[in-house]
């Protein structure tokens, strides 16, 4: 079958050839303008699902009903007027699971493939009547499905990121399907071969399943045992080739390491500019040191990008108004995220602004104790309204003392 691409509505269809008998029937959502109602996809996102044409002819996933319509036009065209034996289903989040249903209401002899704990969801969502229990394959942890020439064996994988979440592995064109796992925002249409995978593939993994790194370690054990060719994501592009970058990151990412443990954050949350001004001032004085340093505007950018960066610094400047006697609003939710996430093993140090009253470093301190193994500097830079001589000289102890953990 030839590749085809065409345009319905917002929503970019295509069916893709990744071997004569495993087809993408996924797409490319290039109008959502937040993903799970809160991260940013500026260039999209997709929702990838598979056929594996055999014997017994199996779907894989279905996707969001944002896309319903030109999914299904995906599975007829990939199908070629042959009944579907199986569904599997790897993953009931709805971006995911939203056509199980549907899908089964048009093809009433097909089964559905799924744990104890698919069923589960699938139930609440659909009722329990959606999908009858004779329709049901409920299969166990390394249990196998021969599809003919192409068999899947099931590989468990709880809270990756959700607890019905499993893998599976066919073994003949050593495939993983790897639902969320290897994951990254952007439709697949407007992925360049030759761009960083990692970039949104980072942002992607550290907001939606960071806080899951022993169940993500846990996983790459059980993938270590296997002899993987390609890796099929439910979001992003079919990675073949040289797959050890990708386990790299993934191994690097779950285990909580900086990726790059000198470089240094420096994120800002201020009122009237007068803390962004002396955050800015102090970047500069790590820079003039010839540290490596990314700024990040907290009250202009989403909290998902400096989520990312976050982790991907060993350290961390926070600078942050007392409001109300309270932290900013954009701090406050920047803290949430991390401890949320399992955010752990950073030094940081803390810059605080107050006209009176200043509150912002006692109750930043408060917040990084609730979190594991972080170092915070003991100098703090305590700003009265704006910075002063008093002030940067405390920025220039604080870069010293920063530089030097």
Not at 72 to 79: D, F, G, S
Not at 191 to 196: L, P, V
Not at 197 to 207: I, K
């Amino acid at each position: 079958m030839p590749y085809t691409k065409q345009q319905r509505g917002n929503v970019l269809m295509s069916v893709k050839n990744i071997s004569s008998a495993i087809l993408g029937v996924g797409v490319d959502d290039t109008t959502i303008d937040l993903f799970e109602s809160q991260y940013p996809v500026p260039t999209g996102v997709s929702y990838n699902s598979y056929i594996i044409r055999d014997e017994k002819t199996a779907i894989l996933d279905t996707v969001d009903v944002r896309a319903t319509e030109e999914w299904m036009a995906n599975v007829t065209e990939a199908l070629a007027g042959e009944k579907p034996a199986y569904l599997v289903v790897h993953h009931m989040e709805p971006d995911h699971g939203a056509n199980v249903a549907r899908l089964a209401a048009l093809y009433p002899e097909m089964q559905v493939v799924g744990n104890a704990k698919t069923f589960q969801y699938m139930e609440q969502f659909f009722g329990p009547e959606a999908i009858a229990k004779e329709r049901r394959v409920v299969v166990k942890d390394g249990e196998s499905l021969s599809l003919g020439a192409h068999t899947l064996t099931f590989v468990f994988a709880p809270m990756v990121h959700w607890p019905e979440v499993m893998v599976s592995y066919e073994s003949t064109e050593k495939v993983l399907f790897s639902a969320d796992g290897f994951g990254r925002f952007g439709a697949v249409a407007k992925f360049d071969e030759k761009a960083d995978w990692a970039s949104e593939a980072r942002r992607y993994y550290l907001n939606i399943v960071g806080k899951y790194g022993p169940q993500v370690q846990a996983l790459l054990k059980k993938a270590a045992a296997l002899d993987i060719a390609t890796i099929c994501p439910l979001h992003g592009p079919v990675l073949t080739g040289d797959l050890s970058k990708y386990l790299n990151y993934y191994d690097l990412w779950s285990s909580y390491r900086a990726e790059e443990p000198e470089k240094i954050l420096v994120a800002s949350a201020s009122i009237h500019g007068h803390t962004r001004a002396a955050a800015h001032t102090l970047a500069d004085k790590l820079r003039a040191k010839g540290a490596k340093v990314v700024e990040i505007d907290l009250t202009r950018v989403d909290v998902s990008y400096a989520v990312t960066e976050a982790f991907r610094c060993g350290k961390t400047v926070l600078a942050c108004a007392t409001y109300d006697g309270f932290l900013f609003p954009p701090m406050e939710n920047l803290l949430t995220h991390l401890k949320t996430k399992a955010f752990q093993s950073r030094t940081i140090a803390l810059m605080e602004n107050g006209t009176w009253a200043p509150m912002a470093a006692k109750l930043m301190r408060a917040e990084l104790e609730g979190m594991k193994n972080i170092t915070v500097c003991d100098t703090v830079v305590i700003l009265r309204s704006a910075s002063n001589p008093a002030a940067e000289a405390q920025m220039d102890a604080l870069a010293e003392e920063l530089l030097a953990k």
